[in-house]
């Protein structure tokens, strides 16, 4: 059984910058991957960034790209998320999710197991 949390959300400005953590616990996160994914109540729920720690491969969704950094810190069992150069359209509720196995580009179609409960990111002036 794993728990993860979600903490870091927050209101900023656009262009501003947010660091969103996910915190495991109950096992180590060794062989997981861990899915960023983000909702709002107007669209559909959206893969944006995953990472697995048997070898660290990420993805990021193309709107994404060059502003999000995924990152894992093992010893604290703990993956982040850097958003950087934020816009409204960024604007969700941001949920990590954890399951066995490796980061590829399809993600977001995975039937992930544990789910946090979500932390607000809004981006506005």
């Known amino acids: 059984q794993v728990q993860v949390v979600e903490s870091g959300g927050g209101l900023v400005e656009p262009g501003g910058s947010l660091r969103l953590s996910c915190a495991a616990s109950?096992?180590?996160?060794?062989?997981?991957?861990i899915g960023w994914f983000r909702q709002t109540p107007m669209k559909e729920r959206e893969g944006v960034s995953c990472i697995d720690t048997t070898d660290v491969n990420t993805e990021y969704i193309d709107s994404v790209k060059g502003r999000f950094t995924i990152s894992s810190d093992n010893a604290k069992n703990t993956v982040y998320l850097q958003m950087n150069n934020l816009t409204p359209e960024d604007s969700a509720v941001y949920y990590c999710?954890?399951?066995?196995?490796?980061?590829?580009?399809?993600?977001?179609?995975?039937?992930?197991?544990?789910w946090g409960q979500g932390t607000q990111v809004t981006v506005s002036s």
């Open positions: 109950g096992r180590s996160l060794g062989y997981y991957v």
């Open positions: 999710a954890a399951e066995i196995g490796r980061c590829f580009s399809d993600f977001a179609r995975y039937e992930y197991d544990y």
